[in-house]
């Protein structure tokens, strides 16, 4: 049974970093390519960007700079790290293996 | 990056009625290998998105007869026919042709 769970802090500081982690469990990441979605409040999907089956990387072109998604293969995990975080940041943060889904987290960038 | 447009914002539509949904893209959704990689998603309040229709036409596991997905190209829709209380929520389409991935702005469906 295929399933993801996001996990992280809830709050940020503005300026600061954010790490998120996906929990995955029912398959393998080194043969399935996992995929972050965020969605500010109240607003529509966001591709932020993946790490593919074989450990590259893909990322949304206006969060490139700021972002890094990494993958930890013996602990099922994927990592979202994105620096220089604004209050645009705050979201719903979602992992995703098509069709699964986590539940997200919410994050909030507040002082 | 590619720019999925979608309309209407949002439908209004009786129980029973019929939606129509566009996404159009700023580029042609046909990858190098010849399938085009464009995906219809359903968010319900308060859930996390659930897949309705794969490449174009292609409905998931479960979903029922009555979503259809058609187009190629840069021209795509989404059809509901017979609405039910459980299709309301937001419906997004996702290109998966082009990196990086994007999604429609969304649109709503609500109940007359």
């Known amino acids: 049974q295929v399933q993801l769970k996001e996990s992280g802090p809830g709050l940020v500081q503005p300026s600061q970093t954010l790490s998120l982690t996906c929990t995955v469990s029912g398959f393998s990441l080194t043969s399935n390519s996992v995929h972050w979605v965020r969605q500010p409040p109240g607003k529509g999907l966001e591709w932020v960007g993946a790490i593919w089956s074989g450990g590259s990387t893909d990322y949304n072109s206006a969060l490139k700079s700021r972002l890094s998604i990494s993958r930890d293969t013996s602990k099922s995990q994927v990592f979202l790290k994105m620096n220089s975080l604004q209050t645009e940041d705050t979201a719903i943060y979602f992992c995703t293996l098509d069709p699964y889904w986590g539940q997200g987290v919410m994050v909030t960038v507040s002082s | 990056d590619v720019v999925l447009t979608q309309t209407p914002v949002s439908l209004l539509i009786s129980l029973g009625g019929q939606a129509s949904i566009s996404c159009r893209s700023s580029?042609?959704?046909?990858?190098?290998?010849?399938?085009?990689?464009l995906h219809w998603y359903l968010q319900k309040p308060g859930q996390s998105p659930q897949l309705l229709i794969y490449q174009v036409s292609n409905r998931f596991s479960g979903i029922p007869d009555r979503f259809s997905g058609s187009g190629s190209g840069t021209d795509f829709t989404l059809k509901i026919s017979r609405v039910e209380p459980e299709d309301l929520g937001v419906y997004y389409c996702l290109q998966r042709t082009h990196n990086p991935y994007t999604f429609g702005a969304g649109t709503k469906l609500e109940l007359k």
């Open positions: 580029q042609s959704l046909v990858h190098s290998n010849g399938n085009t990689y």
